[in-house]
């Protein structure tokens, strides 16, 4: 969901460019390259929380550590896909 701002972003300036037919195809594939390098970064932030954490004695169950920490992965595996198969389809 974080993606598509960034890809009518890159779609619209794209289409100035007078790009009209691949403006869409090129922000979708550069908004889901830029989120899935954007996704690892969240991913060390929420382990460098973690371990602030326990180390300040709260304690963390394993339910609210997949809260954290699933989403991230799940979306930068979604987004390593749509990219993938936008640069098959191409």
């Given at each position: 969901?974080?993606?598509?701002?960034?890809?009518?972003?890159?779609?619209?300036?794209?289409s100035d460019m007078k790009c009209d037919i691949w403006a869409y195809w090129w922000g979708l594939i550069a908004a889901t390259a830029i989120g899935g390098l954007l996704l690892p970064i969240s991913n060390v932030a929420n382990l460098a929380?973690?371990?602030?954490?326990?180390?300040?004695?709260?304690?963390?169950?394993?339910?609210?550590y997949t809260k954290m920490m699933l989403p991230p992965l799940l979306a930068s595996g979604l987004s390593a896909t749509l990219y993938l198969l936008i640069y098959a389809i191409i």
């Open positions: 969901m974080d993606n598509i701002p960034i890809a009518m972003i890159f779609s619209s300036m794209l929380a973690l371990s602030i954490a326990e180390e300040r004695g709260i304690r963390i169950g394993f339910k609210d």
